[in-house]
Every structure is written in C-alpha cells, then in structure tokens.
C-alpha cells in the first residue's frame, strides 16, 4: 500500500509537471533536487540505478513496475524524509488516514517502521519494541 500509494502520487506529480515517460526514469532529475530546486541528493538515483541492476540480472522486463517492485523500502522512506520535503505537498495525499498533514507525521513512523522491519529482517531480538506502538505506526501510514 505504501509503495503503491506513493508510485500513484509521483505519477501525478510527473505528468502535472509535463514530464514525459515514467517518474521512476525522472529525466528531469527531479527527485534529488532541495528545496529550493537545486539538483543536491544522489541517493535516489543510486536506489533506482540498482533496482535496474536486479531487474536486468533476473531477466525480467525492464517496466516501471519492474523496477519499482525492486526498490528497497528505504528509498520509500526517503522519499517522505526532510530531504524531500519539496515533495511533500503532492505525495501527501497518499497518506488520507494521517493525524494531520504535516510530513513529520509520515516520516517518523516510517522511520520507526523501517528500523523495525530491518531488527526482524537481521534476526535481531525485537522483545524490547513496542508493539502496539508499531501498530499506530502502521495504521498511521496505511490507514
């Protein structure tokens, strides 16, 4: 849901600003600008260039749902993160269920979602974690 949501927004965004193609090949170079417009953040394009590399070594097609399937969930993190900020007004629709519309209310559960996600993935002890505030963090994000 939260990759979905979030590919459908930037593919709003992509086309109202006239772009051809899909975001995810952003020729504009527009998901490492600042704020301020100026082309400042390589990671995303870091992230995507080696979701091609799995698309292309698992032989599958090289689509945009391809490569989105492939992205890891931290390039979705960072894609609600401060560094991004000037993304927040047209990507924040995808998050109808938020307290408000403010993106620290995205980013922080995200973050702690991650953090979460990567202790289970790495096999280390989760008993110390708070569940239940986990499962705010879910219903915040996903509704």
């Not at 953090?115 to 790495?122: D, V, Y």
Request: with cysteine.
């Amino acid at each position: 849901m939260f990759r979905n949501a979030l590919d459908a927004r930037l593919a709003e965004r992509h086309l109202a600003l006239g772009c051809s193609g899909h975001w995810v090949f952003d020729d504009f170079r527009e998901l490492g600008r600042d704020g301020n417009g100026v082309d400042k953040h390589r990671q995303p394009y870091k992230d995507i260039a080696e979701s091609i590399g799995r698309v292309r070594r698992n032989r599958k097609p090289l689509s945009p749902g391809q490569i989105i399937s492939e992205l890891l969930f931290g390039f979705w993190h960072q894609m609600v993160s401060r560094r991004q900020m000037f993304l927040w007004p047209d990507i924040a629709g995808a998050f109808p269920h938020a307290p408000t519309r403010d993106q620290s209310t995205i980013q922080d559960p995200v973050k702690r979602l991650r953090e979460l996600r990567n202790r289970i993935g790495h096999h280390h002890w989760v008993w110390s974690e708070d569940v239940q505030a986990r499962y705010g963090d879910l219903l915040s994000v996903a509704g």
